[in-house]
């Protein structure tokens, strides 16, 4: 078997929820990661989508932001935040939508915005950017983030991105174009996916040698339905080589064995 | 020669003092990394101009400098942010000690905003932000700038109404300029073709003035008219530390030195300030300070490879 660490394996495994054909809107950091990886292996026909305006680039490894030149070489069109976050999102072209975040709860709503009290904050946070955006209007909503306590509490501090909100039918009765998309949250410990029945994140795989116990016990509310859990395929040996060698050929997003 | 729509080209500190005055709302043009107007931020810092309103889409260390400074009280934007080399540390810190009042939105919502106030429509409709906090937790006194109301055509249907947004002045760095303002933006354009469109004053600062029958030749590649632009300065390596595309990369080394100071606040905050922007006449002073001939020609060559 090949070795590789839970952090490799959880850039992969996100990877892997991009089809080939997909048009994709990518923020940055470790989604930026998995999108590239999808691109690099099993999706070269994948449309990569960035905020800034950047339509279909051949993206050179590996970009410090989005609006790094390496998400602009070979691109179709450089365009507009407008074009990109309202032609083709908003108008419901993208497929996919991947995010990350600092708090995810149970309905899958994702905070990057404040720790703490929006009016009088403990920890202030970058904000949505695009993000609450990606949430309301992608068809599929990948969402990666290392697996903390911390991470993962019962309710938000504060809603930037919408999962389900409130239970199966909160998107619907917000009024959110896309009520009932498919969200898979990827982590170093487990893979975590929207029940459409309940509108909560329901645990679906574990990352090799974890355990059922040590996710519960990193996680504030319970993602277990009782469903026979599935262990996350391996890494094969050419994803871990396209991650290592042109993904991220200098380790800046994941570190090495 | 001199154009018959008028000769725009002045320094950035006459551009400034003409332009910016105290309690704007300034529009910031470029994203995290990518082509922001570090010279006519710095200017602002230099000249003390305060009580401002800045506005934009993911602002970077341009507005950081200007929160840092304590020249701004209020920001409105979708985010603060460096991305992989942090966040905006005095723009955070001015938020934790309720310095600076932060009004939220998603980019598209900040995007839509100047696309309505380039059109000179009041409002724009949107989809975003439904079912979240950047609706919810808005004080009694910025909820007026956004709306929760009915599709007219879809009884029952929601849909947010977003106030059009017009910065007093807005400070936007290109690659090229005529020096009647006709600007060529290259590479991704973000938000700052709608806010520029948007804004009642525009400052453009660019890499490069070139003249009006190049324009003419390939006004395909103009971005934006003549018409919106007040000011032009030309000031190489004017977006540093932030890239220009085609012509220079981001300087990490700059970077990782200011998000340092900035994170640590304080009289190592102060002293970049004022070793950096007070203590310096213009921006080629900043740059001898701050870089080298051997370290610029690097970001080139860099930039060069990537294009």
Known sequence: MNLFTLDELMVIEASRYITNGDVVMVGTGLPMVASLLALKSHAPDMCYVVETGPVAPDVIPTPTSVADARVMHRSVTNGSLIGALGGILHRGLADVGFIGGAQIDQFANVNSTVIGNYSNPKVRLPGSGGANDIASHAKKILIITRHELRRFPLYCDYITSPGYIDGPEGRKNAGIPVPYPDIHVVTNLSVMSINKTSGKLTLSKLMPGISKETVLSNTSFNPDSGIPLQEVAPASEQELKTLRDEVDPKGIYIKRV | ?307
């Open chain 2, 1 to 307: 020669m001199s154009s018959k729509f008028g000769n725009k080209v002045m320094t950035a500190n006459e551009a400034v003092k003409q332009f910016v005055a105290k309690d704007s709302v300034v529009g910031i043009g470029g994203q995290t990394t990518g082509r922001s107007s570090m010279v006519l931020a710095h200017e602002i810092v230099r000249q003390g101009i305060s009580n401002l309103t800045l506005v934009g889409c993911s602002m970077s260390v341009s507005m950081d400098l200007i929160v840092g400074a304590g020249l701004a009280n209020k920001t409105e934007c979708g985010t603060g942010n460096v991305e992989m080399f942090g966040t905006t540390f005095a723009w955070r810190r001015a938020i934790e000690q309720g310095k600076l009042v932060s009004k939220d939105y998603s980019h598209l919502s900040m995007g839509l905003r100047f696309l309505a106030g380039s059109l000179g429509i009041p409002f724009i409709p949107i989809k975003s932000m439904l079912g979240t906090d950047l609706l919810e937790q808005r004080s009694e006194k910025e909820s007026k700038d956004i709306v929760i109301s009915e599709d007219p055509w879809n009884p029952n249907t929601p849909v947010v109404l977003l106030k059009a947004l017009s910065p007093d002045v807005s400070i936007i760095h290109a690659q090229l300029s005529d020096e009647t303002g006709n600007v060529v933006i290259e590479g991704f354009t973000t938000h700052d073709v709608e806010m520029a469109k948007a804004s009642k004053r525009v400052i453009i600062s660019c890499e490069k003035i070139i003249a009006s029958d190049e324009i003419r030749r390939r006004s395909d590649r103009t971005t934006i008219p003549y018409l919106y632009v007040d000011a032009v300065i030309e000031q190489p390596w004017g977006a540093y530390p932030t890239s220009c595309y085609r012509y220079y990369e981001h300087d990490s080394a700059h970077f990782r030195h200011y998000q340092s100071c900035a994170k640590d606040g304080g009289n190592k905050y102060e002293e970049y300030l004022n070793l950096y922007i007070r203590g310096t006449r213009d921006f080629n002073e900043f740059l001898s300070k701050a870089s080298n001939a051997k370290d610029l020609i690097n970001l080139q060559k860099s930039m060069q490879e990537l294009v």
